[in-house]
């Protein structure tokens, strides 16, 4: 087994990430909703941690990511950078509060950064919120992209399958990616597309190329904290490696515990006042 240990202490920013790029070295990247989980991320020596829109999925065990609000989002991020030291702080913007007009979008992420201590904001889609994108970022707050599959509009897409496999989406994607990194965007998150696409679009943009299921030729990768972990199931995607069976660990801590009041093994005399 591989351990880490980031040679570098100092807070994580947008501005590293870019030197990240420039030297080649992979920004690592993963979710987290919570105090537990974004310290552990955190302690890992991960470099960017998304406070992501799936606790839709995997927090509240809803089947899409709309029902996020604003409000969820906001405490979701505050509680990871209660427990964050080192990591940029990414914050997503749920569905509904970005897409309608600018003048909300912006006054939406003010709250995020205002009420959660987020460092940033990550918003989906390219063309369709280029106004809403300027607008955030002359108010000063980084912006992410993301870019391909983006589940807040699956009830569009119909499925999670791979996008911009037909040249029209992929030139399309394309265009988005040069956008995001003209406006300003500090990174942009490209979810399952065609490793070659994506790996053109790390090519061409200056800012650093994140992938989820987009392949190994791009400046980082980021997964989901849990399913990486092994504590979902019946969520198997290819691009999904796992590096723990945390569900099999903590099935068995809890069996065991009930097992042992059951029986009257817990507490013991030392376990008591
Ligand atoms: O919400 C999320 O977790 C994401 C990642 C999958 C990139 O957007």
């Known amino acids: 087994m591989s351990t880490y240990t980031a040679e570098d202490q100092r807070k994580v920013t947008t501005r590293r990430l870019a030197e990240m790029k420039q030297r080649g070295e992979k920004i690592a990247c993963l979710t987290a909703y919570d105090f537990t989980m974004a310290r552990l991320v955190d302690e890992a020596g991960v470099d960017f941690i998304l406070v992501g829109d799936s606790a839709s999925n995997v927090m509240a065990g809803n089947t899409t990511t709309l029902p996020m609000t604003l409000d969820q989002m906001i405490y979701h991020a505050r509680c990871v950078v209660n427990g964050v030291k080192r990591a940029l702080v990414v914050c997503d913007m749920p569905f509904g509060t970005y897409q309608g007009n ?13 009420e959660s201590g987020a460092e940033a904001v990550k918003l989906e889609g390219g063309a369709e919120i280029r106004e809403s994108v300027e607008r955030i970022l002359s108010a000063g707050i980084p912006v992410c992209g993301h870019l391909g599959l983006t589940p807040q509009s699956i009830n569009k897409f119909g499925s999670y399958t791979v996008r911009a496999r037909e040249q029209a989406e992929a030139e399309k994607l ?18 399952k597309i065609p490793a070659d696409l994506a790996a053109q679009v790390a090519r061409e943009v200056s800012i650093p190329v994140i992938g989820i299921g987009a392949g190994g030729a791009v400046d980082g990768q980021i997964l989901v904290a849990q399913d990486m972990l092994g504590m979902s199931k019946g969520f198997s995607p290819r691009f999904l490696r796992r590096y723990a069976d945390l569900s099999t660990v903590i099935n068995d801590a809890l069996s065991h515990y009930v097992s042992d009041v059951k029986i ?3 507490p013991n005399e030392k376990e008591q006042y």
């Not at 600018?102 to 205002?114: D, F, G, T």
Request: aromatic share 6%.
């Open 174 to 191: 394309l265009n988005d990616a040069r956008m995001l990194d003209e406006l300003g965007c500090f990174a942009l998150v490209l979810e």
């Open 102 to 114: 600018s003048k909300e979008a912006l006054a939406n992420a003010i709250r995020i950064m205002k």
């Open 264 to 266: 009257s093994d817990f």
